[in-house]
């Protein structure tokens, strides 16, 4: 699986718009960009995924260079309830039903 | 999406003893996970219980120590054995979601604190 990093903490202030880069150098051909949410307390959960360009659901966007050697989560108006640690992962879509490998995750914190 | 509750939700217990944390899931799945997530730290895999068959452990987990269950395919317990306070953490249920590999459902967590 390709080693990913981000950075381990962020702060930002509500109504700002945040963005989280994860950088995935050994990213393979057959591998997505994955990322989960963990608020305190909880378990984590999926947010978005991507292959290549840029993704958007109700949660977040995700964009991807053409090289897909990184990702960037974007939350566009964050509130205090967006504090929580934030994963990327990459990995392949098989069939091979493996468990998820979590990195150390990227801490947001969102201010008042 | 699976919905997943973890009993108990939080226990303090001393050192030398067992705790057992049951998982159930709201339906039938092949592959359930057990993690462990020390505090303030990612989430790391512990074993993989298929119903059917023995757990599968990650390196540094033995099953004398995490002797996992899978009676069917809607429940799994994990025992954390002969407890010390380096045992303390939140340990966690997973399964795979049907629609893609990429997509993981956890519990809640359950909260241990050795003395």
């Known amino acids: 699986l390709a080693k990913t990093t981000q950075p381990i903490s962020m702060d930002s202030y509500e109504g700002q718009e945040v963005n989280i880069t994860c950088s995935h150098n050994?990213?393979?051909?057959?591998?997505?960009i994955t990322w989960y949410q963990q608020f305190p307390s909880q378990g984590p959960r999926f947010i978005i995924q991507g292959y290549k360009t840029k993704v958007t659901n109700e949660v977040a966007s995700l964009f991807i260079p053409a090289d897909r050697k990184s990702s960037t989560l974007s939350l566009p108006r964050v509130s205090l309830s967006d504090t929580a640690v934030y994963y990327c992962l990459v990995g392949p879509m098989d069939t091979g039903r493996r468990a998820l490998t979590f990195g150390s995750g990227t801490r947001l914190q969102v201010q008042p | 999406s699976a919905v997943i509750s973890q009993k108990p939700s939080r226990d303090i217990c001393q050192r030398g003893t067992s705790l057992t944390i049951q998982c159930q899931v709201d339906?039938?799945?092949?592959?359930m996970f057990w993690y462990r997530q020390q505090p303030g730290q990612s989430l790391t895999l512990i074993a993989t219980?298929?119903?059917?068959?023995?757990?599968?452990?990650e390196s540094g987990f033995v099953i004398d120590k995490f002797p996992i269950s899978r009676p069917n395919l809607t429940f799994s317990t994990l025992t954390v054995s002969n407890m010390s306070p380096e045992d303390s953490s939140i340990y966690l249920c997973?399964?795979?979601?049907?629609?893609?590999?990429?997509?993981?459902?956890f519990g809640p967590g359950t909260r241990l604190t050795v003395l």
């Open positions: 997973s399964v795979l979601g049907l629609a893609s590999y990429n997509e993981q459902f």
């Open positions: 219980a298929n119903q059917g068959s023995e757990a599968t452990y």
């Open positions: 050994n990213i393979a051909t057959n591998d997505y």
């Open positions: 339906s039938q799945v092949t592959m």
